[in-house]
């Protein structure tokens, strides 16, 4: 299970902490569903403006191909990831739950055409389709559900592993930091790979591996490598 932290060495800020989004921008005013029905030109102009300027030069980081290099041997499975920057499946792993969607993803409110973020240009905003209706990510903004097949997958995901990695996230956003308990209490060994310590560290977590997830990624991978030689 990942979140913002493994992808902060890609250059994408996490939410919370220094340098944090949620430093420059108040969730409440620019990510909530309420707040962009209300105004989407503003929250297209300020936070998804500067999530897509990000996110255009963002390539995977070691972390990634870490965990794709795990997927290719054979030890891993499924991520689930809090993420919704698409580096995961760029970086060549095949079942990635997006559980709050995915801003690589967009789509007309009105004729549910889809467009890549890519391919938006916001010259003029909020853009807007083909057919004049305008055009959200395909992400959950708070105050909106988590997807049921997300929730679903993930809940059964967590029920079944063996060992769950951890990674870069603060563990306090709901239901996303629940996964890691349901985990545990299916008798699953819990990894966390952070810089800091979370509310899960000590309580939930077997492990924590300090540090950037590239480095500590980087470091697993090159020992199971050895182990398998
Ligand atoms: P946060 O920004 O809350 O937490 C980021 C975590 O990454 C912190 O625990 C940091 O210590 C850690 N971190 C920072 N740099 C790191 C690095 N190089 N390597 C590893 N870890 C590092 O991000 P999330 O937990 O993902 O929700 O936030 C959860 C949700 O809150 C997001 O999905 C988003 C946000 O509001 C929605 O948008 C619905």
Redesign the pocket.
């Given at each position: 299970m990942?979140?913002?932290?493994?992808s902060?060495?890609s250059g994408i800020p996490?939410?919370?902490?220094k340098g944090?989004?949620?430093e420059s921008f108040d969730?409440m005013e620019y990510?909530t569903i309420s707040a962009f029905l209300k105004d989407p030109k503003k929250v297209w102009d300020v936070l998804l403006k500067a999530m897509k300027e990000v996110m255009d030069k963002a390539a995977p980081n070691d972390?990634h191909m870490g965990l794709a290099q795990l997927e290719e041997w054979g030890y891993l499975t499924t991520i689930i990831t809090?993420?919704?920057d698409g580096l995961h499946q760029m970086a060549g792993n095949t079942d990635v739950i997006e559980?709050?969607g995915s801003f690589v993803k967009n789509y007309c409110m009105d004729c549910q055409k889809n467009y890549m973020i890519s391919d938006i240009v916001l010259e003029q905003t909020p853009p807007r389709c083909s057919c004049g209706g305008i055009i959200r990510p395909d992400?959950?903004?708070?105050g909106e559900t988590i997807p049921y097949e997300n929730l679903m997958r993930s809940f059964e995901m967590a029920q079944s592993c063996d060992v769950m990695l951890v990674?870069?996230?603060?563990?306090?956003?709901q239901p996303?930091a629940m996964i890691p308990v349901n985990a545990r209490e299916s008798g699953a060994t819990i990894i966390e790979?952070?810089?800091?310590r979370?509310p899960l560290t000590g309580l939930i977590s077997d492990y924590i591996l300090k540090?950037?997830?590239?480095r500590?990624m980087q470091q697993l991978v090159t020992e199971i490598k050895h182990l398998r030689e």
């Open positions: 990942t979140g913002a932290g493994v902060v060495e996490p939410f919370r902490g944090g989004l949620w969730p990510a972390a809090q993420n919704v559980y709050h992400c959950v903004f708070f990674i870069g996230t603060s563990a306090i956003v996303a790979i952070n810089p800091e979370t540090g950037p997830a590239g500590i």
